[in-house]
């Protein structure tokens, strides 16, 4: 059935038999292409018969749906003619793993961190009434954790007051971001799931009570007590959102029905929707972790992933517990992603003295600076990428008042697979401007574990550690030392180019050197370790050198190769200075190997590159020392 869905108008067609099939078919499709490149299956497999029916229901891209988050939009992809691209679903040149404007005119947003839907959703409403469009309807999915975070809230409060937006907020409520959701609103959420007959109660009250305003009247502030016994919904209703549901998010028509309502009402409408995350694939269903929220590469037959091997986030999360059986005075927050960050393992070991505050980054590092002014060392873990929603927080709430918090940068630099939304380039760029923070960024699993005892050692302000998606890299030992930096390549005689990888980048420096060293170019390579502040002992070094080349893995444009700049010309070292990074640009999914080869950031393009900057500053009548 799904060759014959070429869009929405396909699935408008098909008759109400038909739409289980399509249902199936579209799980297997999921199943199959996760299961090949791995992929966000879980929330997609628990979002099928809810996907039909919006699409059933309203008229995209005309009545536009943006989703929160966007992993939840595999269905969408499918039901608006994109089945044929799942065979290189996240590959090089293959469907994006998010929606993508590039994709599909029924792609609104790009849309891929959470709880932002609903400002989105906001806008498009209000643009649409200016215009005279008052036809349309906006849909916003959101779910999968997303009303935790603060920003959707405030969303709700400014739809809420305008009453004639034609907005349908779909909540997914599949009781789950990647693990159980944690908080209030998830057990108020979980409440309404029990209590279905409230509506005929309420309307049973006013039928009798409502010809006798005096009466109604004065029974009004009872009724709500009722609805807040009976079904605590009105707290959306307080924010005078219309609220539908509970509705089985897996009974299609029943979705449909109670979209159409929505969509008829002309007005903001919540239509609460039960789903399962996993639905439909046993060995999702059962993960009890995260119902196979975003695996790698598995077995269809069994569920089981394919080995991984040792990553980064396993060192982390090892030498946190060892931290944590040191220091009693060590807790740890995360940001609804306790497996994902490591943090499960601190967790299993020091129940008490973790923290998981939802989809709330900002929450999380205020939340911190509270701990540590009560006389606690928070460590924060969340994905690099993420870090750029709390930035105000660490900036006012914990570097101004000194406060020793350690945010620990998962997924930093080139991420790859999930896109420009998740490429950890930004980090090395934003955090310069604070003031008091150091920075540490490891090379290898063993300056991991080294880098982070530092940090959290350090008791007059912030620290970050950052370091990589994937396996870990192999240990490379310092040859020396030059002040606190290591260095880990030292030439006979005269230097001529000190290169500084930072972190990870110091292997591709390390093999930059040996195809430098072959064209007469001798180069001294140093990993700095911490690049905030950076070592007094770099200006020495710099001034020994002809050419200081500086490479990370982090955007050009402010990052350490423009610290390690500013640091010379504030010591009038009149060494020129080259940086080598990514572009400045939204990059496009791919592996990481793949992108650092792209942009340049391999052992040979260095070397070429460097080559070609030693040779414009080489008289021509010089002869390249062999």
């Not at 310092?478 to 000190?498: H, I, N, Q, S, T």
């Not at 007094?536 to 350490?560: C, M």
């Amino acid at each position: 059935m799904l060759g014959s869905v070429k869009g929405p108008h396909d699935v408008k067609r098909l008759a109400v038999e038909e739409l289980p099939g399509l249902a199936g078919e579209i799980r297997d499709l999921l199943v199959d292409s996760c299961a090949k490149f791995g992929g966000h299956l879980g929330p997609n497999l628990g979002v099928v018969e809810l996907t039909i029916a919006l699409h059933r229901v309203f008229d995209s891209p005309r009545d536009p749906i943006v989703w929160d988050t966007g992993h939840q939009a595999y269905v969408h992809k499918v039901l608006t003619g994109r089945a044929s691209g799942f065979v290189a679903l996240k590959q090089e040149g293959g469907l994006s793993g998010y929606p993508s404007q590039a994709e599909s005119e029924h792609d609104f947003v790009e849309n891929s961190h959470a709880s932002t839907a609903l400002s989105y959703a906001d806008g498009l409403a209000k643009a649409f009434k200016l215009r005279g469009e008052r036809d349309r309807t906006v849909v916003a999915v959101i779910g999968d954790g997303a009303l935790t975070g603060g920003m959707a809230w405030e969303a709700l409060n400014n739809i809420a007051a305008a009453k004639d937006l034609p907005v349908v907020i779909v909540v997914n409520d599949n009781g789950r971001s990647y693990s159980p959701t944690i908080g209030g609103l998830a057990s108020h959420l979980s409440s309404l799931r029990v209590n279905r007959r409230y509506e005929d109660f309420l309307d049973y009250v006013k039928d009798k009570l409502g010809n006798v305003p005096v009466v109604y009247d004065a029974l009004h502030g009872f009724k709500k007590g009722v609805k807040d016994v009976l079904a605590p919904q009105v707290m959306f209703e307080d924010l005078g959102l219309k609220y539908v549901g509970p509705i089985d998010g897996h009974d299609e028509q029943a979705m449909e029905a109670a979209l159409r309502k929505a969509r008829d009402f002309r007005g903001p409408v919540i239509v609460h929707a039960l789903t399962q995350k996993g639905r439909g694939y046993t060995p999702a269903e059962n993960h009890d972790e995260d119902q196979f929220h975003s695996p790698g590469a598995f077995d269809r037959a069994t569920g089981a992933e394919k080995p991984k091997g040792r990553i980064w986030t396993n060192v982390f999360s090892e030498e946190l517990v060892r931290l944590g059986k040191e220091r009693d005075d060590l807790v740890a927050i995360t940001a609804a992603m306790l497996h994902p960050t490591g943090l499960n393992a601190f967790a299993d070991a020091f129940p008490d003295r973790i923290y998981d505050v939802g989809i709330a980054e900002q929450h999380a590092l205020t939340s911190a600076a509270g701990l540590a002014l009560g006389g606690l060392h928070p460590v924060v873990a969340v994905y690099a990428t993420f870090l750029n929603r709390a930035f105000d927080q660490l900036l006012m709430d914990v570097a101004l008042h000194r406060l020793p918090v350690t945010v620990v940068l998962d997924r930093a630099g080139v991420t790859g697979d999930d896109g420009a939304s998740h490429n950890g380039m930004w980090d090395l760029s934003i955090l310069q401007v604070v003031p008091g923070l150091r920075i540490a960024v490891p090379r290898d699993g063993d300056r991991l574990t080294e880098l982070l005892r530092e940090a959290v050692e350090v008791t007059d302000g912030p620290t970050v550690v950052r370091f990589p998606k994937g396996p870990v890299a192999e240990s490379v030992e310092p040859v020396g030392k030059l002040g606190e930096m290591d260095l880990l390549r030292a030439p006979e005689g005269e230097p001529d180019v000190l290169l500084v990888g930072v972190g990870p980048m110091a292997q591709a420096c390390l093999d930059a050197a040996v195809l430098l060293d072959a064209q007469g170019i001798a180069a001294t390579v140093v990993d700095p370790r911490w690049v905030k502040p950076l070592d007094e002992a770099l200006t020495l070094a710099a001034s020994a050198h002809k050419l200081v080349a500086v490479v990370e893995d982090n955007g050009r444009v402010g990052g350490v190769g423009d610290a390690v700049a500013r640091l010379l010309r504030d010591a009038d070292v009149d060494v020129p200075v080259r940086t080598y990074g990514i572009p400045q640009e939204f990059l496009d999914h791919a592996k990481r190997a793949a992108i650092l080869g792209r942009v340049g950031l391999t052992g040979q393009d260095l070397a070429r590159q460097i080559t070609e900057a030693v040779a414009k500053r080489t008289s021509h009548a010089e002869p390249a020392r062999r």
